[in-house]
């Protein structure tokens, strides 16, 4: 019975990571793009012509920081991948992570 609550475990940490990597990030990238069209501002069209909105810094920058975190994501992705392919793997002892030994 033992070997039910190790494998629904295991089934519910790739069930989450899943969820934070393979939905997770996409999310933000939308999330950045829809920011960044915030920031630009909202025209409005009348019969004189279009107008330009007035522009939300604070769009520009939620949306690059949200870039930044699906870059940041994809890189650590990366470097785990290429550090296990070297025989090594990625540690997360200190603030920042490092590649170590095995």
């Given at each position: 019975m033992h070997n039910v609550g190790f494998a629904l475990d295991g089934a519910w940490q790739v069930l989450l990571a899943g969820l934070i990597l393979g939905a997770g990030m996409p999310v933000l990238f939308a999330?950045?793009?829809?920011?960044?069209?915030?920031?630009?501002?909202e025209a409005s069209v009348s019969?004189?012509?279009?107008?330009?909105?007035?522009?939300?810094p604070a769009g520009t920058v939620l949306g690059w920081v949200l870039?930044?975190?699906?870059?940041?994501?994809?890189?650590?992705?990366?470097?785990?991948?290429?550090?296990?392919?070297?025989?090594?793997?990625?540690?997360?002892?200190?603030?920042?992570p490092t590649i170590v030994p095995k």
């Open positions: 999330l950045g793009i829809r920011s960044l069209a915030w920031g630009a501002g019969t004189q012509g279009v107008t330009a909105g007035a522009k939300q870039f930044a975190v699906v870059v940041a994501g994809v890189l650590l992705g990366l470097t785990f991948i290429i550090a296990s392919g070297f025989g090594n793997k990625l540690s997360f002892e200190h603030i920042y």
